[in-house]
């Protein structure tokens, strides 16, 4: 079946460090998004790539890095700039038709 | 600029209770409108959609219709159960954009039993 594969599903990361969320798609489709979600609060846009080899920064994209080599992949880098990091991500992608079809999910904790 | 309102949370229903949720929006041009349904600690599910004014998304016994004369998509379902229980989020797509959406903050629902 087509869908969003975002690994790892529970990462822990220590101060200083980087570290990177993986996501993969199999939809064939050409945008693909990360956003950020807090306890108790709506999204917030991260990086939004639109095409292979081009990505945009969100509306909170300080701390966060990206890269779009493949159509099927779009992995976000939680950088030691991003100083409230915890958080649960969330990847997406969208077809034509503006429906946008979300990933499981990845929570990062700051251990 | 364009935007989403959401009903704040949390709603709190009986099961077999009736469920309205508002939304209202701001934007400009003609959006596409969405409801998405988010279960404990996993991603976002497309509830339903409505395209054009007038039109009703519907899916698993949810409704909401379009009213441009009112800038509103409010979700309503007729009989909830304790399943339904999660968070409801409304949001809009503009025509021609670059694709981004346009998010309310959610509504948590919680069904007892």
């Known amino acids: 079946d087509g869908g969003i594969t975002q690994s790892p599903k529970y990462l822990f990361r220590k101060e200083g460090q980087n570290v990177t969320l993986s996501c993969e798609q199999n939809?064939?489709?050409?945008?693909m998004y990360w956003y950020r979600q807090d306890p108790g609060q709506g999204l917030r846009l991260i990086y939004y790539?639109?095409?292979?080899?081009?990505?945009q920064k969100g509306d909170i994209a300080e701390g966060y890095s990206v890269s779009r080599e493949k159509k099927e992949s779009f992995p976000l880098t939680v950088t030691s700039a991003q100083k409230n990091p915890t958080a649960f991500y969330l990847c997406?992608?969208?077809?034509?038709?503006?429906?946008?079809?979300f990933g499981e999910g990845s929570w990062l904790t700051v251990v | 600029g364009n935007s989403v309102t959401q009903m704040e949370g949390p709603v709190t229903l009986s099961e077999e209770a009736f469920l309205t949720i508002n939304c209202t929006y701001t934007?400009?041009?003609?959006?596409?409108l969405f409801w998405y349904v988010q279960y404990p600690g996993e991603g976002l599910q497309l509830l339903l959609k409505?395209?054009?004014a007038d039109d009703k998304g519907s899916n698993k016994g949810f409704e909401a219709t379009y009213r441009k004369e009112t800038t509103s998509f409010h979700l309503e379902k007729g009989s909830v159960q304790v399943s339904d229980s999660a968070v409801y989020f409304c949001?809009?797509?503009?025509?021609?954009?670059?694709?981004?959406?346009?998010w309310g903050l959610g509504t948590s629902l919680a069904v007892n039993p």
């Open positions: 939809l064939n489709h050409d945008a």
């Open positions: 949001a809009l797509s503009l025509q021609g954009n670059n694709r981004k959406l346009i």
């Open positions: 934007a400009t041009g003609y959006p596409s």
């Open positions: 997406a992608s969208t077809n034509r038709g503006n429906t946008i079809y």
């Open positions: 790539s639109q095409i292979v080899n081009d990505f």
């Open positions: 409505a395209t054009k």
